[in-house]
């Protein structure tokens, strides 16, 4: 398994979560690890990606100030903790390979094809 996420679940409005992904040495070496997610009807959005060999990091606007990104190198895990948590955060969330250069330049969008399963966040009152 190159890359496994885990921490979906139902909450309600404002609470929190946080969501993992472990990646295969590979792709930690070469690859940075983005967040992406899909709700239903909508198109797939890149929430925040980070590189492994900087400290660059991407969030969407629509997360920005309520999640954080960071990574542990000794685990090749990447972290989201979501705080605040919207409606609107509901959809299944996915680790990916993302690239590395797009992170440094400000962008975050999968690169490489590689695709953890996907994680429900479901948040509702």
């Known amino acids: 398994v190159q890359l496994q996420a885990s921490g979906g679940g139902l909450v309600q409005p404002g609470w929190s979560l946080r969501l993992s992904c472990v990646a295969s040495?590979?792709?930690?070496?070469?690859?940075?690890i983005g967040w992406f997610r899909q709700a239903p009807g909508k198109e797939r959005e890149g929430v925040s990606c980070?590189?492994?060999?900087?400290?660059?990091?991407y969030y969407a606007d629509s997360v920005l100030g309520r999640f954080t990104i960071s990574r542990d190198n000794d685990k090749n895990t990447v972290y989201l903790p979501m705080n605040s948590l919207k409606p609107e955060d509901t959809a299944v969330y996915y680790c990916?390979?993302?690239?590395?250069?797009?992170?440094?330049?400000?962008?975050?969008?999968?690169?490489?094809?590689?695709w953890g399963q996907g994680t429900l966040v479901t948040v509702s009152s």
């Open positions: 990916a390979t993302a690239s590395k250069k797009g992170v440094q330049d400000g962008t975050c969008f999968p690169h490489g094809n590689w």
């Open positions: 040495e590979f792709i930690w070496e070469y690859y940075a």
């Open positions: 980070i590189s492994s060999s900087d400290d660059r990091l």
